[in-house]
């Protein structure tokens, strides 16, 4: 018997996205979990990582379809984290609580850091 394997070419997705901030939130899904992007440029960023580690394109969907897929709970652990979201910081209690916000609301970060922020508005 002879097999015969064919060689493919990977096409690998080149990540040099150069994205603004500019806020206008896209929502997407994997099919099990929404994620909220801050624009779609970084969207298509987070989609050309996921082509590289083999995973499959996160689509886009509405804000209450993201909503029906948000965690409702979150493990009782302290672990606090700050988002500021170009405007004010805010903290949270753990990343779930504020992956939690953010896929509830909307609202993104600009940037984020561990720890309680240290001008919590």
């Not at 896209?26 to 990582?49: H, I, M, P």
């Not at 948000?70 to 984290?81: D, M």
């Amino acid at each position: 018997m002879v097999s015969h394997i064919e060689t493919a070419t990977i096409k690998r997705c080149n990540l040099q996205f150069k994205c603004s901030l500019v806020d206008q939130s896209v929502s997407a899904t994997d099919g099990k979990k929404c994620y909220v992007f801050r624009n779609s440029c970084l969207l298509a960023s987070k989609n050309c990582q996921r082509k590289n580690e083999c995973k499959s394109e996160l689509r886009v969907i509405t804000r209450e379809k993201c909503k029906s897929l948000c965690t409702r709970f979150c493990p009782a652990i302290y672990k606090p984290v700050c988002c500021y979201d170009g405007k004010v910081e805010k903290s949270f209690s753990s990343g779930c609580e504020l992956e939690r916000y953010i896929c509830e609301t909307g609202k993104t970060c600009s940037s984020t850091q561990t720890g309680k922020c240290d001008c919590d508005l």
